[in-house]
């Protein structure tokens, strides 16, 4: 493993903490922001444009990226969450390890261009096509890691517990065959998937129990109580109320919707990642603002599966934290997936700017800072802003591009996110090391062949 390098950064506007500043420079060591100071520094490296933090993205499964667009022709109304799903679960039923690499490296490079600089990964494909083990359970696993290590970003692996097809039990389908682990197995993949991030860098673990239909409270408690002996902070994520069938089936067999049921039955705290609480009442809003717990929201994916509309903003008025993934990969972009979000709060109410409030006016600088800063939480990361003591995970956004449109640095994060059409992330560090440099990434060419080729052999499967 390499160390991160060390060198000095000037900006001449970086938004540090709530605040543009002009004319510092980040002194960066070992990945890590060391100091702030005003002015330039003598050889210091100057940054082309403003520098922002870096979006963490709270919610991937790395192999739908391969049939992102593959999923969209209708029949006559009849196609939803449950549709998509069958694609899905038919596309996976080919995918090797190696294919597993190349999928996800594309598409964290895509994630990097985009200015996400670390990922959670909802890791749930662990078995070979036949659905029996890898002789090294860890297997696939390794492969996400290595396509994060291959494209430079941070990865925070969440192996995914998966053991039924719905309450009741239900007995697993054959298209869930590779998902499936008993708990003991389970908690072996996380031990092992722990080892191995000990030995790359800028990566952690967590687990990510599927989602209520998919677990029991045992099981539950089982694998909550292995990942914290392993670390008490280690993030645990699971879906938890995405679709209505959901909430009805969870209410048929517990009398309780999902979120209720998870707060009144396990110690649910700042460490938890709730993605898509899409469907709660206002009684579950203020629960999960209370106990810390983060909302991960992936608002193209919720409208593209036709899943519904989080209440945003009475969530932030709650205190609530949130952060946001891209989940299906339908979209690969931090500032869709904000505007998004903004958006269908505005269809609902029928206002503009809902999603500002009385300290932040800028409705873009309040949501780039209230997700970036979510999302660390959600990762367990020392990212999320910059500050002396942060990891070192920039963007450098493009001077030209943002000039067009931006009257100033109280509208830049309003312009970057709302009225850029095209990207405007020019460069990216991650970890105190550029990997995007002038909209480019240096393995870009070879990972798209890969990519095209892996696609073409396994739409030939299908
Ligand atoms: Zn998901």
Redesign the pocket.
């Known amino acids: 493993m390499t160390q991160p390098c060390s060198h000095a950064l000037f900006a001449r506007d970086v938004l540090i903490g709530t605040r543009w500043h002009q004319n510092q420079t980040l002194m960066i060591e070992n990945g890590v922001i060391a100091e702030i100071i005003a002015g330039k520094v003598d050889h210091a490296e100057e940054a082309q444009g403003p520098v922002i933090p870096g979006m963490v993205n709270c919610?991937s499964?790395a192999f739908q990226r391969g049939f992102a667009g593959f999923s969209e022709q209708g029949s006559e109304g009849q196609d939803s969450f449950w549709t998509w799903r069958k694609i899905m679960y038919k596309f996976v039923d080919h995918i090797s390890p190696e294919q597993a690499r190349v999928i996800a490296r594309q598409l964290y490079i895509e994630m990097l261009k985009a200015g996400y600089t670390r990922v959670a990964e909802?890791h749930y494909l662990h078995h070979d096509p036949e659905g029996n083990c890898y002789p090294q359970l860890s297997t696939m696993a390794r492969a996400i890691f290595q396509a994060a290590g291959d494209a430079g970003i941070g990865i925070t692996l969440l192996p995914v517990l998966y053991r039924f097809s719905g309450f009741g039990p239900l007995p697993p389908t054959h298209g869930q065959r590779r998902f499936i682990n008993s708990v003991e197995q389970f908690n072996q993949l996380v031990s092992d998937c722990f080892d191995y991030a000990k030995s790359i860098e800028n990566a952690n673990v967590g687990i990510a129990p599927h989602s209520l239909r998919a677990v029991d409270l045992e099981s539950l408690h089982d694998v909550v109580n292995h990942v914290k002996r392993l670390d008490a902070q280690a993030p645990i994520h699971i879906?938890i109320a995405e679709q209505m069938q959901e909430v009805d089936d969870c209410l048929a067999h517990y009398q309780k919707r999902p979120v209720q049921w998870l707060l009144d039955n396990i110690d649910v705290d700042k460490h938890w990642c709730l993605?898509h609480a899409t469907h709660i009442d206002e009684q579950e809003l203020k629960g999960i603002a209370k106990c810390g717990a983060i909302a991960g929201i992936c608002p193209t994916t919720e409208a593209n599966l036709g899943d519904g509309i989080f209440p945003t903003a009475d969530f932030l008025q709650a205190g609530g934290q949130l952060a946001i993934g891209s989940?299906s990969h339908i979209s690969v972009s931090a500032t869709e997936e904000l505007k998004l979000l903004e958006y269908a709060q505005r269809l609902q109410k029928q206002q503009r700017a809902v999603l500002a409030n009385a300290q932040t006016a800028s409705v873009g600088l309040n949501l780039w800072q209230h997700s970036s800063q979510g999302g660390a939480l959600a990762t367990s990361s020392n990212t999320g802003e910059i500050a002396v003591g942060r990891q070192a995970d920039l963007l450098v956004l493009d001077q030209d591009k943002m000039r067009l449109y931006a009257g100033g640095a109280d509208y830049r994060m309003d312009s970057f996110i709302f009225a850029n059409a095209s990207n405007a992330v020019r460069d990216v560090m991650v970890n105190g090391r550029w990997v995007i440099h002038e909209y480019q990434h240096r393995e870009q060419q070879q990972s798209a062949d890969d990519f095209a080729r892996v696609l073409a052999h396994l739409s030939s499967e299908n």
């Open positions: 919610h499964h909802f879906h993605i989940d």
